[in-house]
């Protein structure tokens, strides 16, 4: 089993910026893909950032390139998304998510990810 804890969520002005933390423990060993995943009022939950943590590579939604950026610590086996100029629209509950490996196709598929965390809440106001 793998535990999964966030952090760092919190109410920002547009613009502003926040950092998000994820620390995993367990059987952090059977995983190589993590990733960041929001859910909006009343929408879809959706992918935002991936990593691959052996490798390092990372992959993000169009919406939040140049913005947001996904990072891993080995050492502390835990990952971030440091996230700048925030938008209104980028308001909503954000989780950790993570997996033994999943292929590039399926990076932002919720299904594909065992393991999640409960979630931080990040609010940008206008």
């Known amino acids: 089993q793998v535990q999964l804890v966030e952090s760092g969520g919190g109410s920002v002005q547009a613009g502003g910026s926040l950092r998000l933390s994820c620390a995993a423990s367990?059987?952090?060993?059977?995983?190589?893909?993590m990733a960041w995943f929001r859910q909006a009022p009343g929408k879809e939950r959706e992918g935002v950032a991936a990593?691959?943590?052996?490798?390092?590579?990372?992959y993000y939604v169009d919406s939040v390139k140049g913005r947001f950026t996904i990072s891993h610590d080995n050492a502390k086996n835990t990952i971030y998304l440091q996230m700048n100029s925030l938008k209104p629209e980028d308001t909503a509950m954000y989780y950790c998510?993570?997996?033994?490996?999943?292929?590039?196709?399926?990076?932002?598929?919720?299904?594909?990810?065992?393991?999640w965390g409960q979630g931080t809440q990040v609010t940008v106001s206008s």
């Open positions: 990593i691959y943590t052996g490798g390092g590579a990372t």
């Open positions: 998510a993570a997996a033994p490996a999943v292929g590039l196709t399926n990076l932002w598929n919720k299904q594909m990810y065992k393991y």
């Open positions: 367990g059987y952090i060993y059977s995983i190589n893909s």
